[in-house]
């Protein structure tokens, strides 16, 4: 192959190179809104109620994921705007485990938790969300010679769990709301 065959050949290898550090850059700069996109859709999928999210953040040195601001919101029906809001979550994971059967979570934060619980005539509002996440219960048992985890592998070991900032909201009956309306905080 003579120098002038090779020239175009290495323009393309390149040009390849060139993209591919392009699109590296790329999703680096965007996974949080990626994340957090992601969290929205599958959340309000599963939830079947509107799910937001104010602020992600995944990290992978140091291994660790932040969130901010997360609202779901309550079924139609119901009063309170939002069942559940939380002002952060924080998970650092120890990196070496990551791809182990085995993760070690060193830090586990909750903190800014507001939940509201009603119920309207014969319904609740976690009811009807959990009747939503029952859709992805499928019944089946598993195959013959499978035994019946084998899809539950992956094992977590949280070393520091911190829950701080929790309210609920409880109401219990639309004719009586400020009778029966109670605050609890933790």
Request: glycine share 8%; charged share 25%.
């Amino acid at each position: 192959m003579s120098a002038e065959e090779g020239l175009p050949l290495k323009k393309i290898l390149i040009g390849l190179v060139v993209l591919f550090l392009g699109v590296g850059i790329a999703v680096s700069l965007y996974v949080n809104e990626i994340v957090g996109s992601a969290i929205e859709r599958g959340s309000t999928y599963a939830l079947g109620v509107d799910t937001r999210v104010g602020f992600v953040r995944l990290r992978l040195l140091p291994a660790d994921f932040r969130l901010r601001r997360l609202r779901i919101a309550n079924p139609s029906g119901f009063d309170e705007p939002h069942f559940l809001k939380m002002g952060t979550a924080q998970i650092d994971v120890a990196r070496e485990t990551l791809l182990e059967d085995v993760v070690v979570v060193p830090l586990f934060t909750l903190d800014g938790i507001e939940v509201a619980l009603e119920r309207e005539g014969k319904q609740t509002n976690y009811g009807v969300i959990l009747d939503n996440l029952s859709r992805f219960e499928s019944g089946k048992p598993p195959a013959e010679g499978q035994p019946a985890d084998a899809g539950s592998q992956k094992r977590f070991i949280v070393n520091r769990l911190v829950i701080s900032d929790v309210t609920a909201h409880v109401e219990w009956s639309q004719v009586a709301s400020d009778q029966s309306a109670m605050k609890v905080v933790i």
